[in-house]
């Protein structure tokens, strides 16, 4: 157990529907990732969280958007969902915004129909 | 932002061989570069990381080389196991604070 919890583990929607991934970092962590992993795909970093705040953003979709609230955890909110965003979505946490260790969660398994 | 190469996309050994992942950056501000290992349904963990002040950092039968010159990083693997089969991904951190990783190599050994 990493101590990066993320909810839910599986989610089922439709196409045009809008979903929100919640993850709770390690304990004292302060800076949170996103990460998309589409099927045999590696991992595409999606934006970055340090202690409440947008500190790198890498391709995320302009329907994508989180935020980091002041406890800590972060969601990751979805929007108007194609078939191709189907892909397991991974949030990460690290004591410092870089040069430490990224502890992964177990992931969310999002699969549009 | 940082660009991460990671060659080969998959690697196939008999059990006790070696493996060897390289990996190329873009960033000449990288200074941290982690190896993560994905078993297959599970979350990527770091097996080894190196940071640029080192060009070698050995852990069991595991090691990693860094060649800030060159801008490339490889994994060595030693005496590969059966459970040594995964995805690998190597990463690096760039300037603006992002882990950027590499597409990740399938190691597969064979018994």
């Known amino acids: 157990d990493s101590g990066v919890t993320q909810t839910p583990k599986h989610l089922i929607t439709a196409t045009g529907q809008r979903v929100t991934l919640r993850c709770s970092p390690r304990?004292?962590?302060?800076?949170v990732y996103w990460y998309q992993q589409s099927l045999d795909q590696g991992l595409q970093f999606l934006i970055q969280?340090?202690?409440?705040?947008?500190?790198a953003k890498g391709n995320i979709l302009e329907r994508f958007s989180a935020q980091q609230f002041p406890d800590l955890h972060s969601e990751l909110n979805l929007s108007s969902l194609e078939l191709g965003d189907s892909a397991l979505y991974f949030c990460?946490?690290?004591?410092?915004?870089?040069?430490?260790?990224?502890?992964f969660g177990q992931g969310t398994r999002l699969t549009v129909v | 932002g940082e660009n991460v190469e990671q060659h080969p996309s998959t690697l196939s050994v008999q059990e006790g061989d070696s493996a060897v992942i390289k990996c190329t950056y873009s960033d000449s501000a990288s200074n941290y570069f982690p190896w993560y290992k994905q078993e297959l349904g599970k979350r990527p963990q770091l097996i080894i990381d190196i940071r640029s002040n080192v060009g070698e950092k050995k852990d069991q039968r595991i090691a990693v080389t860094l060649n800030k010159t060159a801008k490339h990083f490889s994994l060595h693997i030693t005496e590969t196991q059966p459970e040594d089969s995964a995805v690998y991904f190597c990463a690096a951190n760039g300037n603006d604070y992002k882990l950027s990783f590499g597409a990740g190599t399938t190691v597969t050994v064979r018994a």
């Open positions: 969280y340090y202690n409440g705040e947008e500190r």
């Open positions: 304990s004292g962590d302060l800076s």
């Open positions: 990460a946490s690290s004591v410092e915004q870089e040069n430490t260790e990224a502890f």
